[in-house]
């Protein structure tokens, strides 16, 4: 089995785990989209920086962003916290995509190249592992033209027995 499918199994394993567990009426993908919607309108900050969610999956979301000019350093390039922020709350849309209230608990970024003003970057999270509570995780920061702009790393932690978004019993 290749790194990919080992992945491709954890993940749909896992949300298997979940529906089963009767935590869902919906299945995985449809929880991952639900998720994302519920998130992205209580999180004031991503859609504050005009953060759009473009794909929800389990253990996966993609992110995008245009770089204004209010984001630019003295230097003219999209200050590294912005970058950072897009990358976390693509991290954070990614580790709760499965409607288990999940927290950050430490990330890293490298910054690879300078985002431009106008450019739109887009974060791309993926759920590396998950061991009991603690999960990994990766994203990269890419512009328009494909351009890598930053690779970044989470550690998160899952809380146990709760929900992200609120799922209404019938």
Known sequence: ISKG??????????ASRVFRMGLHPMDPQQTADFVGRGMLAED????GLGMRVERM???TATLSMVVRPEMLNGFKICHGGF???LADSAFAFACNSYNELTVAAGFTVD???PAKEGDVLTADAREVGVAGRTGIYDATVRN???ELIATFRGRSHRLKDRQTVPVANP
């Open 44 to 47: 004031e900050a991503s859609r």
């Open 111 to 113: 910054f690879i190249a």
């Open 57 to 59: 999956g389990p253990g």
């Open 5 to 14: 499918s080992r992945h491709s199994w954890r993940s749909a394993h896992r």
């Open 83 to 85: 970058i950072s922020t």
């Open 144 to 146: 328009q033209r494909g």
